[in-house]
Nanobody, 124 residues
Framework: QVQLVESGGGLVQAGGSLRLSCAASGRTFTKYFMAWFRQAPGKEREFVAAVSQSGVNTHYNDSVKGRFTVARDNDKNTAYLQINSLKIEGTAIYYC?????????????????WGQGTLVTVSS
């Protein structure tokens, strides 16, 4: 399995922006389909966005379309989540996850590798 480490979280005002990073260990980053999830206090972990191994194909939760952008840099073994126009309800721990295979998956159970998460707090 790949080791994942997220960074970039913090406190931001509503309407602000953040860029989250997910650094992966090893030399096989390109074999993994990458995704971002988030978990707000008292809620289940939910799918946010995903990017294919090549970076060409992306998929988003309808609630973040137009505001979030997922990408990856395979030369740097890193995935990114650009978050714009943050809303109060965006306060959550954001996790990156990796899985084998090329099929889109939005359920947490379909991902084998997870980072420790990075906290994003949105203030009014």
């Amino acid at each position: 399995q790949v080791q994942l480490v997220e960074s970039g979280g913090g406190l931001v005002q509503a309407g602000g922006s953040l860029r989250l990073s997910c650094a992966a260990s090893g030399r096989t980053f390109t074999k993994y389909f990458m995704a971002w999830f988030r978990q707000a206090p008292g809620k289940e972990r939910e799918f946010v966005a995903a990017v294919s191994q090549s970076g060409v194909n992306t998929h988003y939760n309808d609630s973040v379309k137009g505001r979030f952008t997922v990408a990856r840099d395979n030369d740097k073994n890193t995935a990114y989540l650009q978050i714009n126009s943050l809303k109060i309800e965006g306060t959550a721990i954001y996790y990156c996850a990796a899985k084998n295979g090329v099929m889109l998956a939005t359920a947490p159970s379909q991902y084998a590798s997870w980072g420790q998460g990075t906290l994003v707090t949105v203030s009014s």
